[in-house]
């Protein structure tokens, strides 16, 4: 029989390192908004994204599968059409699916199973090949000056300032769309037609990202009090000059300062937008007929250990805030969840909140276990995984505190030379080290583990294979839950246990 099932909001953001929020002990960040969200809901400690970077990391939640399962390995790889998504999937039980805001699809599929769109980011080639007439053509160039920056990251960083912001534009743009998007799936006064059918609605802003640029007021106020990182690149660390920006000399401290602050207040400026959702729901008295969850699609380094951007495996990088309110199912709200998870949880997560099958071969696997209190037979390991040209390939497994950064090549990395050298493999111990200061790579006392976790590793599948027209080609590769994700835990290889709790 038909059920009635609860309403989803997804509020998702773009490029929030975890430790800017007054859950993780930061003095002065303000997000009452999440605060609220945390305080009733569950807040995921440990949360990672399956690739640092934009395209394959949304593609891979929107699907439950990491990159090299879903096809979308790199910043500008579509994802094929034949993925099942998290919005095409719950359309097939009666849900009607939105998405204001960012979703970050490339090529011509901008829907991935959406009903419908709002915003700014519903871009795509327009079907029409340029005319071959150059006597008509119109001569297209750019003012000197204007365009391309030739060193990206750290003319944004001494670009940050008080300002409109970019993206805050967008922004705004996709949340005015959705409150009126929610008026008429409500209420829909003109007509009183009001949609019977449950919601999936997704609002996805583009802040904290590049440009740093924030209202003035928010930019006055934590200029005044956040310091920016003064670090070097780590020792037997090494990584695209791109990502490095050493302060006094790339940049000076007050530009760091600056863009820092700007970070900061483009926070607290997301969080009141998703305020003005929350506060919506509450006008049209069906808060509590939500289930809400908010996640980023990954971390900023921000110039912690000399690094900026994100395609880093370090936590301010790669871990990512992930939380789940709904006190109708699991009222033991404002409680902190330690175990790892990956944001590839999301999709069956959703299944299990939305009581609707679990499609088969996910790599990701529900918290619904989790927010109830049962965890003994979480596995406890998640990935992360690059192939963009800066950073890969590479991949990531963190299993309890232990995380091991594996480099399967050296794109982008050269010496003086020309030559390209071979990039030293990195393990931390997060319960000892939280800050990822000490790699254990050469540890005996932690040869053992690091065997273990290289075994996780080498069982992982190829990339699947894509034809011409962005569709798979071949035999389906096997996921990970074929391989480690849904192995019983007792089949996986074994991890020594230290005794010491999970960071």
């Known amino acids: 029989?038909?059920?009635?099932?609860?309403?989803?909001?997804?509020?998702?953001?773009?490029?929030?390192?975890?430790?800017?929020?007054?859950?993780?002990?930061?003095?002065?960040?303000?997000?009452?908004?999440?605060?609220?969200?945390?305080?009733?809901?569950?807040?995921?400690?440990?949360?990672?994204?399956?690739?640092?970077?934009?395209?394959?990391?949304?593609?891979?939640?929107?699907?439950?599968?990491?990159?090299?399962?879903?096809?979308?390995?790199?910043?500008?790889?579509?994802?094929?059409?034949?993925?099942?998504?998290?919005?095409?999937?719950?359309?097939?039980?009666?849900?009607?699916?939105?998405?204001?805001?960012?979703?970050?699809?490339?090529?011509?599929?901008?829907?991935?199973?959406w009903h419908q769109r709002i915003g700014r980011d519903i871009v795509g080639r327009n079907g029409y090949a340029p005319?071959?007439?150059?006597?008509?053509?119109?001569?297209?160039?750019?003012?000197?000056?204007?365009?391309?920056?030739?060193?990206?990251?750290?003319?944004?960083?001494?670009?940050?300032?008080?300002?409109?912001?970019?993206?805050?534009?967008?922004?705004?743009?996709?949340?005015?769309?959705?409150?009126?998007?929610?008026?008429?799936?409500?209420?829909?006064?003109?007509?009183?037609?009001?949609?019977?059918?449950?919601?999936?609605?997704?609002?996805?802003?583009?802040?904290?990202?590049?440009?740093?640029?924030?209202?003035?007021?928010?930019?006055?106020?934590?200029?005044?009090r956040v310091e920016p990182y003064v670090e070097d690149v780590p020792d037997h660390f090494e990584c695209p000059d791109f990502f490095k920006v050493k302060v006094g000399r790339d940049v000076t401290y007050r530009e760091a300062r600056r863009a820092t602050a700007a970070y900061y207040g483009m926070i607290e400026w997301m969080d009141a937008q998703f305020g003005r959702v929350i506060d919506k729901l509450r006008e049209l008295d069906v808060l509590d007929d939500f289930v809400v969850c908010f996640l980023s699609d990954h971390g900023e380094m921000l110039g912690q250990k000399g690094l900026w951007e994100k395609q880093q495996y370090f936590e301010g990088s790669a871990r990512v805030p992930f939380a789940v309110r709904w006190p109708q199912r699991y009222p033991g709200g404002g409680a902190t969840i330690h175990r790892n998870v990956s944001l590839v949880d999301l999709f069956p997560t959703l299944c299990d909140v939305a009581n609707v099958p679990i499609p088969d071969g996910l790599d990701g696997r529900s918290v619904a276990p989790l927010l109830a209190g049962q965890d003994a037979d979480w596995p406890d390991d998640v990935y992360s995984e690059l192939w963009a040209v800066h950073n890969g390939p590479s991949v990531m497994v963190k299993h309890g505190s232990l995380k091991l950064f594996r480099f399967d090549g050296s794109e982008g990395v050269l010496t003086q030379d020309g030559s390209a050298p071979q990039r030293p493999d990195q393990l931390y111990d997060l319960a000892a080290d939280p800050d990822e200061t000490t790699n254990l790579i050469d540890d005996p006392a932690y040869a053992d583990r690091l065997d273990a976790l290289r075994a996780r590793?080498?069982?992982?599948?190829?990339?699947?294979?894509?034809?011409?027209?962005?569709?798979?080609?071949?035999?389906?590769?096997?996921?990970?839950?074929?391989?480690?994700?849904?192995?019983?835990?007792?089949?996986?290889?074994?991890?020594?246990?230290?005794?010491?709790?999970?960071a």
């Open 1 to 113: 029989m038909p059920e009635r099932k609860p309403h989803i909001l997804l509020l998702i953001n773009d490029e929030h390192r975890p430790d800017v929020l007054p859950i993780e002990g930061n003095p002065h960040v303000r997000t009452p908004t999440l605060d609220w969200l945390f305080s009733e809901g569950f807040y995921f400690r440990n949360a990672y994204t399956p690739s640092p970077i934009c395209v394959p990391a949304r593609q891979s939640f929107l699907s439950g599968l990491y990159p090299r399962n879903c096809g979308s390995l790199n910043f500008g790889d579509a994802m094929p059409s034949e993925v099942l998504t998290i919005p095409g999937h719950l359309s097939r039980y009666g849900y009607t699916t939105c998405a204001a805001g960012k979703m970050h699809f490339v090529g011509p599929d901008q829907m991935h199973g």
């Open 131 to 224: 005319a071959d007439d150059p006597q008509h053509q119109a001569l297209i160039e750019r003012e000197p000056g204007t365009g391309s920056w030739p060193n990206k990251v750290k003319m944004e960083i001494a670009n940050a300032r008080a300002g409109r912001g970019h993206w805050l534009q967008h922004d705004r743009y996709s949340v005015d769309g959705a409150l009126m998007y929610l008026d008429e799936h409500f209420v829909d006064e003109p007509y009183d037609r009001t949609n019977p059918a449950p919601l999936c609605l997704a609002v996805s802003l583009w802040s904290p990202h590049y440009p740093y640029q924030c209202p003035e007021d928010l930019f006055a106020y934590y200029l005044r």
């Open 457 to 502: 590793l080498d069982a992982l599948p190829h990339p699947r294979v894509k034809d011409a027209n962005n569709r798979f080609a071949g035999s389906a590769r096997a996921p990970y839950q074929s391989k480690t994700r849904g192995v019983p835990p007792a089949a996986r290889p074994k991890i020594p246990d230290t005794g010491a709790p999970t």
